[in-house]
């Protein structure tokens, strides 16, 4: 396993991590970080070699590079979590070889497609709560921010369908705290600000306290009273895992970690793809008009069910249109653990390796118009034209994501029925500009007014 440890595991980013040489790249480009990145691979691509400070890194915009690193040679391009040890501990994510292998096993059948209909009852109800919440908006008028109200959601279908339990803390709290730390691009700016003596807004001891939080989460999670007591969970496979003496390595600290993860990766991604949708479906009212009239046909008056999700047609093209666009993980990040080459390009040990995924989804050369948004790309015959590896926004090979066929029926069915009930309505600047996190993040969030139809 390859990892850059922490000298204080509390403090804000790393000097020497990736993200800090690339903040003054990413910062240059007002409002979209990722045209630099575009205009770098245009210019320079398929990859290319560039020295940061003391540091080779290897930048790819080439699909079939992609399919190299991930697909291909998943052993000598392994993780590379720089500075995101407090967030995943050494969860799943970010382990690698034999051990990477024990560790997922025990859980993989919570993300088996078989699994995802036992869910479904559990995402409705997560969904019903935050209708009430947004009822509410609608009656007061307020404007409100949309991805903290898509992470807390994000947060509780995951909590009662994978955990059998009601979110036992306060989302709101904890969704900022997380953010403190994944808001890489903002970590330089505090660093230089404070080495400066000038004031900051983000104090090292708040960072600490953010991150305590954090870490409180999952106890309490385990602690909280199950709802149902069901037997079949992902929380169960992970205590059997811890339980069972054949599987020394998956001890208490692992567990604790496997929920980090997944009440952040299966949240943040998740929250940002929904409200990526409802911004993009606020803009395009046709769209939003067909997934009414396709959620009357498929569901009339009821709660959709599992055989519901796939009859979403549309719905679906919307969540996969959106993920082409604002896809949550727009970079991938590996560390070479051994010599090759890439496209004549010698790659050394150690050299850090960035798969630039956005680069690829705003390709014209894999996509018609790709900065428009036509979710009927994703349906029919033109869906069956795209070339391999142009779309990854669950990755690719066997590191691809556990939990993304899931995700997409959580924000299937969360698009229909919030869109069934309620008109969004986007109130922030037009474009919204984005900021590079670990995840592809709306600058200052997105600001919404609801609105309740028949109301
Ligand atoms: C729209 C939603 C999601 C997106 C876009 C997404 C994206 C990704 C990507 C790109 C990776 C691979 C990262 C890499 O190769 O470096 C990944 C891995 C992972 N994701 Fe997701 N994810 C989503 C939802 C979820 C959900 C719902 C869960 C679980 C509840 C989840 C759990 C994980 C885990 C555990 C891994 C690590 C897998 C491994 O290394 O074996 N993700 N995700």
Redesign the pocket.
Same mark, same amino acid.
């Given at each position: 396993m390859t990892m850059i440890e922490q000298s204080n595991p509390k403090q804000l980013g790393e000097e020497s991590s990736i993200w800090f040489k690339l903040t003054p790249l990413l910062k240059a480009a007002n409002g979209n970080p990722m045209q630099i990145l575009m205009q770098m691979g245009e210019r320079y691509g398929p990859v290319l070699p560039i020295n940061m400070a003391n540091q080779r890194v290897i930048m790819i915009f080439d699909p079939q590079y992609f399919k190299h690193v991930?697909v291909t040679k998943p052993d000598t391009y392994v993780?590379y979590f720089d500075g995101l040890t407090p967030i995943f501990g050494k969860?799943? *994510? %970010? %382990?690698d070889g034999a051990l990477?292998q024990k560790i /997922?096993a025990p859980?993989q059948p919570a993300?088996h497609p078989g699994a995802f209909d036992g869910y479904i009852p559990y995402f409705n109800q997560a969904i019903k709560t935050k209708m009430d919440t947004w009822a509410e908006y609608a009656k007061s008028g307020e404007t409100f921010e949309m991805v903290e109200q898509t992470w807390t959601l @994000?947060a509780d279908m !995951?909590c009662k369908a +994978?955990f059998d339990r009601d979110m036992p803390f306060n989302p709101h709290v904890i969704f900022k705290c997380v953010k403190t730390y994944t808001d890489v691009m903002n970590h330089k700016d505090i660093r230089l600000r404070k080495q400066a003596g000038e004031m900051f807004e983000m104090s090292d001891e708040d960072a600490s306290k953010a991150i305590d939080m954090w870490w409180s989460v999952p106890p309490e999670v385990m602690a909280a009273k199950p709802n149902e007591y069901r037997e079949k969970t +992902?929380l169960k496979m992970i205590e059997a895992a811890v339980a069972d003496e054949d599987l020394p390595e998956f001890d208490q600290q692992q567990a604790i970690d496997?929920l980090k993860?997944?009440l952040w @990766?299966? %949240?943040e991604?998740?929250a +940002?793809?929904l409200a990526w949708a409802l911004y993009l479906t606020s803009k395009h009212p046709e769209a939003a008009a067909r997934i009414r009239a396709e959620g009357q046909e498929v569901c009339g008056g009821r709660e959709p069910t599992a055989a519901d999700y796939s009859a979403l047609q549309y719905t679906r093209a919307v969540i996969q249109e959106t993920?082409r666009i604002y896809?949550? !993980?727009w970079g991938? +990040? /590996?560390v070479a653990a051994e010599a090759d080459e890439i496209a004549g390009v010698e790659i050394r040990k150690d050299d850090r390796i960035f798969l630039f995924?956005y680069g690829a989804h705003h390709n014209p050369e894999f996509w018609e118009e790709p900065e428009e948004f036509r979710p009927e790309r994703w349906i029919g015959d033109q869906a069956k034209k795209r070339v391999k590896y142009s779309y *990854?926004?669950?990755? @690719? $090979?066997?590191?691809?994501?556990? $939990? $993304?066929a899931?995700?997409?029926v959580?924000?299937t069915l969360a698009l229909v029925q919030l869109l069934r009930r309620f008109q969004p309505e986007y109130v922030g600047q037009e474009p919204p500009a984005l900021n590079a996190t670990v995840t592809l993040t709306p600058k200052g969030g997105l600001p919404f007014k609801m609105h309740e139809l028949n109301n």
């Amino acid at each position: 396993m390859t990892m850059i440890e922490q000298s204080n595991p509390k403090q804000l980013g790393e000097e020497s991590s990736i993200w800090f040489k690339l903040t003054p790249l990413l910062k240059a480009a007002n409002g979209n970080p990722m045209q630099i990145l575009m205009q770098m691979g245009e210019r320079y691509g398929p990859v290319l070699p560039i020295n940061m400070a003391n540091q080779r890194v290897i930048m790819i915009f080439d699909p079939q590079y992609f399919k190299h690193v991930m697909v291909t040679k998943p052993d000598t391009y392994v993780k590379y979590f720089d500075g995101l040890t407090p967030i995943f501990g050494k969860s799943m *994510i %970010t %382990t690698d070889g034999a051990l990477w292998q024990k560790i /997922r096993a025990p859980q993989q059948p919570a993300f088996h497609p078989g699994a995802f209909d036992g869910y479904i009852p559990y995402f409705n109800q997560a969904i019903k709560t935050k209708m009430d919440t947004w009822a509410e908006y609608a009656k007061s008028g307020e404007t409100f921010e949309m991805v903290e109200q898509t992470w807390t959601l @994000a947060a509780d279908m !995951i909590c009662k369908a +994978l955990f059998d339990r009601d979110m036992p803390f306060n989302p709101h709290v904890i969704f900022k705290c997380v953010k403190t730390y994944t808001d890489v691009m903002n970590h330089k700016d505090i660093r230089l600000r404070k080495q400066a003596g000038e004031m900051f807004e983000m104090s090292d001891e708040d960072a600490s306290k953010a991150i305590d939080m954090w870490w409180s989460v999952p106890p309490e999670v385990m602690a909280a009273k199950p709802n149902e007591y069901r037997e079949k969970t +992902l929380l169960k496979m992970i205590e059997a895992a811890v339980a069972d003496e054949d599987l020394p390595e998956f001890d208490q600290q692992q567990a604790i970690d496997e929920l980090k993860q997944y009440l952040w @990766a299966g %949240t943040e991604t998740t929250a +940002l793809t929904l409200a990526w949708a409802l911004y993009l479906t606020s803009k395009h009212p046709e769209a939003a008009a067909r997934i009414r009239a396709e959620g009357q046909e498929v569901c009339g008056g009821r709660e959709p069910t599992a055989a519901d999700y796939s009859a979403l047609q549309y719905t679906r093209a919307v969540i996969q249109e959106t993920m082409r666009i604002y896809p949550p !993980i727009w970079g991938f +990040l /590996r560390v070479a653990a051994e010599a090759d080459e890439i496209a004549g390009v010698e790659i050394r040990k150690d050299d850090r390796i960035f798969l630039f995924g956005y680069g690829a989804h705003h390709n014209p050369e894999f996509w018609e118009e790709p900065e428009e948004f036509r979710p009927e790309r994703w349906i029919g015959d033109q869906a069956k034209k795209r070339v391999k590896y142009s779309y *990854i926004p669950f990755g @690719a $090979g066997k590191r691809s994501c556990v $939990g $993304g066929a899931m995700s997409q029926v959580e924000n299937t069915l969360a698009l229909v029925q919030l869109l069934r009930r309620f008109q969004p309505e986007y109130v922030g600047q037009e474009p919204p500009a984005l900021n590079a996190t670990v995840t592809l993040t709306p600058k200052g969030g997105l600001p919404f007014k609801m609105h309740e139809l028949n109301n």
